[in-house]
């Protein structure tokens, strides 16, 4: 018999947590609060928009960087940071954001590279840099006193050699919601110009963040346009993760590299979504702010709700995300309580040591996705206050 078919060194990615959740979860009819997917629509007008262009004809290829229109509505957008991008040469679509990282890191990094990932990462990163068979090196958050995620900016120098050729940033991140803040991405982004490094951002919540907090693109900072591929998607946005529809802004010259990957992958994507897309852009941001306030109640409301069950609630500022510390409970590894959890009380949820290379030192944490109908979380509470 042949060796497994699967080359070594995507062995380690054969299955995906949320699958085994999501299964465990309907075979107990249980509240899923594991994965992230909102359970209402996006924007009326959004959804009309798709509609029009799927009965107007927008059914064939649509240009390999993108519709136009989509292109146009993202440069504008991104002025809201203050950045600028010629839609024709500096910005690409993707099939959702998960494409554009890939892409990214194919093009960018090869065997003998090595690319940053701050962890707990989103799962799709170590696969992503193992299909560019490029080699991971993972640093940790490290938890402040008040419980708060944060960038550890000396771990982050200490594990960059002369091979580094990348790092993965995401802000607002999942799954701790942490948001960084102006003074840890201009460390990020002295490390980045000091070592030439370039920097792949996953900005998928951008406008998901509460509070006084603010979301800055890591390319604002100085030095750092040239460098910086930055990445978002309609899917978090807009409530649409099903659509896939995600792009890239960065220099012609990392634009045309990302492509040059992208265009062989999918080549392109969703076709009558984009328009879609371009309107909600332009036109659906009011919409977001309702969306960005109901999530900051809903994240308020789950919280409330995981502490009263006898959690200890870590502080999130954006995202769809809230992680807990379960030891107070009991258990030491959270883990087996989400194993447990659908059978024993009806509720899913994922530990974060899945998104990491140290499951060790983050085994007491579980996520909770808070994206859901208030009934929903409600429902989800009631359940896991049976646990004490
Ligand atoms: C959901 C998510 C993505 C995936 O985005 P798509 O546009 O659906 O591909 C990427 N990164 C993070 C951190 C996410 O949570």
Redesign the pocket.
Known sequence: MREPALVPRLRPFTSTIFAEMTALAVKHDAVNLGQ?FPDTDGPAGMLEAAKNALFGGANQYPPGPGRPELRAAIARHRQRYGTEYDPDTEILVTA????AITAALIALTEPGDEVIVIEPY?D?YAAAVAMAGAERKVVGLVEGEDGRFGLDVEGLRAAVTPRTRAILV?SPH?PTGTVFTRAELESLAALCVEHDLIAIC?E?YEHLVFDDNEHIPLVTLPGMRPRTVSIS?A??TFNC?GW?I?WVCSTPELVAAVKAAKQFITFVSGGPLQPAVAHALDHELAWVDGLRSSLEEKRDRLSAGLADAGFAVRPTAGTYFVCVDVRPLGFTDAADLAWELPGRVGVAAVPVKVFTDHPDEWKHLLRFAFCKRNDVIDEGVTRLRKLV
Request: aromatic content about 6%.
């Open positions: 992230g959702g954001a998960t494409e989103y799709s995401n999942n996953d998928v998607s899917g978090k993760t896939k995600g």
